[in-house]
């Protein structure tokens, strides 16, 4: 069917304002409201079994497995393995037996994933996949489909696919944590309540939008940007600078909070905006303690947290952007909501072709 662009301008913030929706279509798939708990389904496999998972993807979808490597052990005490898959390919990873081989892709055609994709059948492992698009080839060789229900997604830079990406992952998890009995009853009502909770603030998020367009117009000056989170915001961070720097040609790098002072700090002057990720968490502080120390170099912060997280620092910031306070589980849904609408306003502010960015290709299908 031929998609349009309806009253937006360009499909990528059209996909950005469908995600609300999307997100909870896909939750829907894989959650038994009335009882507040995870159904996948008969699956061909037995969850409690899993000595180990590896998860491997490209580009944006590679940043949704890594905020699921942290749930995976955080929740369901599963070791796992994280590869790019351009990486795996070659690396000679050694692989537990009767491992699951988690690979995720938007289009189930990238010819790195594919390619890994049969790399780790060779070699024993189950192959499970999560996929947006139908009768892909991703999803033909693999033994379970977990489907994305995002519907299609035309922009080059991947919005509403990654924050599907993660609702499926965040159910898999969660399975997962219960076939292994790492999971009470109640634990999984109250990790399930923050996921149906998770579209209506990703909803409250978008109603930000003329704050996000006000950074954007500074950001868009800048020759560099960094982006700092910590936990599973960290891969939101290294998401955000992705996407800066796919759409705007800003040179955009996401760090670790903690390990800029290994490095990136360096760089910090006037003329380097840098995007904290800092939900008011259990890591909070240690995120906090990272950002006075560019503030202490003259660094301009742009902080973006709930009201909790935002007391005392509105003066000291070039920007402060108030999200509203979620469970740290879903952190990851609802940040990913400024990351993708700083990216886009900046985009505008330098006038680039958002939707059909320079040299980029929505699905890649040469290695
Ligand atoms: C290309 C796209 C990205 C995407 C990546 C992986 O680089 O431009 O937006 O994240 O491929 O694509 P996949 O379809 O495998 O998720």
Redesign the pocket.
């Known amino acids: 069917a031929l998609v349009s662009k309806g009253n937006y301008n360009h499909f990528m913030l059209k996909e950005i304002h469908e995600q609300p929706i999307v997100v909870a279509q896909t939750l829907g798939k894989y959650i038994d409201y009335s009882k507040r708990s995870i159904d996948l389904g008969d699956l061909p496999i037995d969850l409690s079994q899993i000595p180990r998972v590896t998860l491997i ?6 940043y949704a497995a890594m905020v699921a490597k942290y749930w995976f052990e955080k929740i369901a005490k599963v070791p796992v393995d994280l590869d790019i898959a351009s990486e795996f390919r070659y690396r000679d990873a050694v692989m537990a037996e009767g491992g699951l081989t988690l690979l ?7 010819a790195d ?1 594919l390619a890994a994709l049969r790399h780790a059948k060779e070699k024993g492992q189950i192959i499970a996949t999560i996929i ?1 698009v139908d009768g892909s080839s991703m999803a033909r060789e693999s033994e379970m489909v977990f489907h994305t229900y995002a519907g299609p997604e035309i922009g ?3 919005t509403k ?2 924050t599907c990406q993660l609702s499926v992952l965040a159910c898999l998890v969660l399975a997962t944590a219960k076939a292994k009995q790492s999971l009470s009853q109640e634990d999984e009502q109250q990790y399930v309540k923050a996921l149906e909770e998770a579209p209506s603030l990703m909803s409250m998020a978008l109603t930000k939008e003329d704050q996000f367009k006000t950074v954007a117009r500074d950001l868009a000056k800048a020759r560099d940007i960094l982006f700092l989170g910590r936990g599973v915001d960290y891969p939101i961070a290294l998401e955000g600078a992705l996407k800066l720097k ?1 759409i705007s040609y800003i040179h955009a790098e996401g760090y670790a909070a903690g390990e800029m002072k290994h490095g990136p700090i360096a760089l910090i002057d006037e003329n380097v905006p840098v995007i904290v990720l800092a939900p008011s968490s259990e890591i909070y502080e240690k995120t906090i303690s990272n950002m006075q120390e560019v503030l202490a170099r003259g660094g301009k912060i742009v902080l973006i947290s709930d009201d909790a997280g935002l007391q005392g620092y509105r003066d000291d910031s070039l920007a402060t952007i108030e999200l509203p306070k979620a469970k740290s589980f879903i952190s990851p849904l609802l940040y990913s909501i400024p990351i993708q609408l700083l990216a886009y306003y900046t985009a505008i502010a330098k006038g680039t072709d958002v939707d059909q960015p320079r040299n ?5 299908t040469v290695e």
Do not use: M, R
């Open positions: 993807a490209c580009g944006t979808s590679y995720i892709s938007q289009s189930g055609e990238t994933t947006n080059v830079a991947s696919a990654f796919e980029l290709a929505k699905s890649v």
